[in-house]
Nanobody
Framework: QVQLVESGGGLVQPGGSLRLSCAAS????????MNWYRQVPGKERELVAG????????NYADSVKGRFTISRDNAKNTVYLQMNSLKPEDTAVYYC?????????????WGKGTQVTVSS
């Protein structure tokens, strides 16, 4: 059974930091690209950061570049999102995503999300 379980969300003041974790099980973690998305009510889910498995290249949304860092530990089947210098506009539900694409098949797995609230 595929599971993605996010943790580490919470309430933090502007300028503060949080580290999100996503523990994966039930699929070949090391072969999947791992992503963090976020969503606020009334808006589409947006890609925040992603990290591929091979050379572990990472990409970021412009809004979080220089503040967020995505990393993964294939031995622990876990992906992380270190969030620094948080802003109120970072408030959202953050979702972990596992993505794999072959020639004729695409797989996407999702966690249930963790709430991040940035407020004074």
């Amino acid at each position: 059974q595929v599971q993605l379980v996010e943790s580490g969300g919470g309430l933090v003041q502007p300028g503060g930091s949080l580290r999100l974790s996503c523990a994966a099980s039930g699929f070949a973690f090391s072969s999947h690209t791992m992503n963090w998305y976020r969503q606020v009510p009334g808006k589409e889910r947006e890609l925040v950061a992603g990290i591929i498995s091979g050379d572990r290249s990472a990409n970021y949304a412009d809004s979080v570049k220089g503040r967020f860092t995505i990393s993964r530990d294939n031995a622990k089947n876990t992906v992380y999102l270190q969030m620094n210098s948080l802003k109120p506009e970072d408030t959202a539900v953050y979702y972990c995503n596992a993505h794999w694409a072959g020639l004729t098949l695409v797989r996407n797995y999702w966690g249930k999300g963790t709430q991040v609230t940035v407020s004074s």
